[in-house]
């Protein structure tokens, strides 16, 4: 396919009688546009910045309602209207200059190596499932090992300390990154999908659509801060979530992963989150005010130690430019 294609040769012979719903919708948008390469394009951009910030509102919306606070990770520390705004300000900025036109890249190239675009019918559950499930162990394990290597030396102190702006993330906060480790971590994201394209020649750009959703998802709701009882953490137990990730931001050292636990216990970067959660744990038997007492000295505990950590970083950084 090119941009010169014309709407009819694309769909020439199609039976429209037997598409769906969704599918007739898809026909639709690519014949309202005209031409196939600026409708995939378009979607693709339009579909991320719906996802991220509908997805990002109803967090704004539960920070400012102190009902909400009994389920904050760090109750103390509730982002302001100004931070929300400058964050959304410096995301939209990053989606526009550098997302925008990668979003644009992408199709192209995975089209060279046999990805679907316009065509229907779209994907079955049934082949969906399987690929989504390897984009996410894919995306885990190689945002595990990039992750920890933006956590030393120069790569933290230029690029990775930007992220670790807030202590206590909130939902926008989830892309809220250096332009650098936009595109280190974006790598995660789409290298699955096009290593699977560039294998079997037969995948669906629907199909990276519904990851893409599912992946921002999870990254909102691991930065928003909060650990409701109904968290998919509680359902699937290997699975991270704002329980998890909200620790890395205070400890610093403990809990790189984004989507499941497995690598920080398989290599041990989860001791210090562990150890954490075992004196919550052991909290159980104490009135409310205790507990919360203790949560309280905890928290500060893990949060100076991670502040000490990222200092000794920033300082083993600035001894070897000595």
Request: glycine share 4%; aromatic share 16%.
């Amino acid at each position: 396919m090119n941009s010169t294609s014309t709407i009819p040769d694309l769909y020439a012979g199609t039976d429209f009688s037997s598409l769906s719903f969704l599918e007739r919708q898809w026909v639709n948008w690519y014949v309202w546009i005209g031409n196939p390469v600026i409708a995939t394009g378009l979607m693709s951009f339009l579909m991320h910045e719906i996802v991220y910030f509908g997805r990002s509102i109803p967090w704004i919306i539960i920070d400012a309602i102190p009902y909400f606070r009994q389920w904050k990770l760090q109750a103390t520390k509730v982002p302001t209207p100004a931070e929300q705004w400058e964050c959304a300000r410096s995301v939209l900025f990053a989606h526009f200059t550098i997302q925008g036109p990668l979003i644009w890249l992408f199709h192209p190239l995975a089209e060279s190596i046999g990805m679907s675009t316009y065509q229907v019918p779209l994907p079955s559950v049934k082949t969906m499932a399987p690929q989504i499930a390897f984009f996410f162990v894919f995306e885990d394990l190689f945002h595990f090992c990039a992750h920890r290597a933006l956590h030393t030396g120069l790569l933290y102190k230029h690029i990775h300390k930007v992220h670790h702006k807030y202590s206590a993330p909130f939902g926008l906060a989830a892309e809220y990154a250096h332009p650098a480790e936009v595109l280190i971590l974006g790598m995660g994201t789409i290298l699955g999908p096009l290593s699977y394209c560039f294998i079997t020649r037969n995948f669906h750009i629907f199909t990276m659509y519904l990851w893409i959703v599912l992946r921002l998802f999870q990254a909102i709701d691991a930065h928003s801060g909060y650990d409701f009882p109904w968290s998919l953490q509680h359902i699937v137990p290997f699975w991270s979530g704002a329980e998890h990730h909200d620790f890395h931001h205070m400890a610093f050292t403990n809990n790189f992963s984004t989507s499941f636990r497995w690598c920080d216990r398989l290599f041990g970067t989860d001791k210090a989150y562990l150890k954490y959660r075992a004196q919550l744990k052991a909290a159980n038997g104490r009135s409310k005010t205790e507990r919360l007492e203790l949560e309280r000295q905890l928290l500060e505990q893990v949060e100076r130690e991670g502040v000490e950590a990222e200092r000794e970083v920033i300082k083993s950084t600035e001894k070897k430019q000595d």
